[in-house]
């Protein structure tokens, strides 16, 4: 798992990067997340808004963070925007217990019922947690059915928890992972990760439910065109996934040809922290981010 401590230099770090980061994160109110989020739907596209903030080690931070969730779907509401929510299970306890982490997300899901789209995203972390996630997502969805998980391409184990997902129904996201694995864990190289998301991408399209394709890859997004039109899949029966601020004439053209296209909103103060871990996590990280500032 990405480590929770930011160098001391994150001030400065902050105040040279600014430039980078606002691209890629709302803002870091509620409130000028709903205006981004306004400009997305005016082009077609839905979002899916994430408050940054990871690994909170106290239950006061943890619960500090399940309401700011439940203010946001709130905000949602009065808001009229076209929007559900994601939410770090290490932002709202699980580093404290798993049944802590349970108890806030359920809150987080009820509270979600009252919206227009009430599904709630449980991301997926670093390895160190990815058993603790899927045990707290199955005991909540047992509870609660608007909720779904994500699952990370480029780990050795996730072709088996895919067809636990198919199995069940459950609405998965797909990504191909952002944290640096031990090669024990996770595949390397991008020829073999990008071979595994087409095998599962492919299985969540023609067996899975309503699955969500979170890529910027345009050979990915290629062949998911091309393999969905082979066969016969419903433009509607899934949608593409993108980060706010990457690619967004991509983005429009996709929702222009009929696809559903779903925006990924980070917002919040911990921007800094957010924006470094993404870079420092890979290198790939680093030089798509570099290239996504000159092209669309």
Same mark, same amino acid.
Request: aromatic share 10%.
């Given at each position: 798992?990405?480590?929770?401590?930011?160098?001391?230099?994150?001030?400065?770090?902050?105040?040279?990067?600014?430039?980078?980061?606002?691209?890629?994160? %709302?803002?870091?109110?509620?409130?000028? %997340?709903?205006?981004?989020?306004?400009?997305?739907?005016?082009?077609?596209?839905?979002?899916?808004?994430?408050?940054?903030? !990871?690994?909170?080690?106290?239950r006061d931070e943890a619960l500090r963070a399940r309401d700011e969730y439940i203010g946001l779907l709130r905000a949602i509401r009065t808001r009229g925007v076209q929007s559900n929510v994601s939410v770090k299970l290490t932002a709202i306890g699980l580093l404290v217990s798993e049944d802590f982490a349970a108890e806030n997300v359920g809150a987080i899901l009820a509270a979600a019922k009252r919206n227009a789209d009430p599904f709630v995203r449980i991301d997926m972390?670093?390895?160190? &947690?990815?058993?603790?996630?899927?045990?707290?997502? !199955?005991?909540?969805?047992? &509870?609660?059915?608007? &909720?779904?998980? +994500?699952?990370?391409?480029?780990?050795?184990?996730?072709?088996?928890?895919?067809?636990?997902?198919?199995?069940?129904?459950?609405?998965?996201?797909?990504?191909?992972?952002? =944290?640096? !694995?031990?090669?024990?864990? %996770?595949?390397?190289?991008?020829?073999?990760?990008?071979?595994? =998301?087409?095998?599962?991408? !492919?299985?969540?399209?023609?067996?899975?439910? =309503?699955?969500?394709?979170?890529?910027?890859?345009?050979?990915?997004?290629?062949? +998911?065109?091309? =393999? &969905?039109a082979e066969n016969r899949i419903a433009r509607d029966a899934f949608e593409f996934q993108m980060l706010y601020g990457i690619r967004p004439l991509l983005q429009q053209r996709l929702a222009a040809a009929g696809f559903r296209v779903r925006v990924y909103v980070p917002y919040g103060?911990?921007?800094?922290?957010?924006?470094?871990?993404?870079i420092m996590e890979r290198r790939e990280n680093a030089l798509f981010v570099l290239s996504s500032l000159f092209k669309a």
């Open positions: 798992m990405a480590s929770d401590l930011i160098p001391a230099t994150d001030a400065t770090f902050g105040q040279r990067f600014f430039f980078l980061a606002r691209r890629f994160v %709302a803002g870091e109110t509620a409130a000028a %997340a709903m205006d981004a989020i306004e400009q997305l739907n005016a082009r077609g596209l839905t979002a899916t808004l994430d408050f940054l903030g !990871e690994d909170s080690r106290g972390e670093g390895s160190a &947690v990815t058993d603790a996630t899927l045990r707290v997502f !199955e005991r909540v969805r047992a &509870v609660h059915a608007n &909720v779904g998980p +994500v699952l990370q391409a480029y780990l050795k184990r996730t072709p088996d928890d895919l067809e636990g997902m198919i199995a069940t129904g459950a609405r998965v996201r797909l990504c191909k992972g952002a =944290y640096d !694995e031990p090669a024990e864990l %996770a595949l390397k190289e991008m020829p073999a990760i990008r071979g595994a =998301y087409l095998r599962m991408a !492919e299985s969540l399209l023609s067996r899975g439910t =309503y699955p969500a394709i979170a890529t910027h890859d345009a050979r990915i997004i290629a062949a +998911v065109q091309a =393999y &969905v103060t911990h921007w800094a922290g957010y924006f470094y871990r993404r």
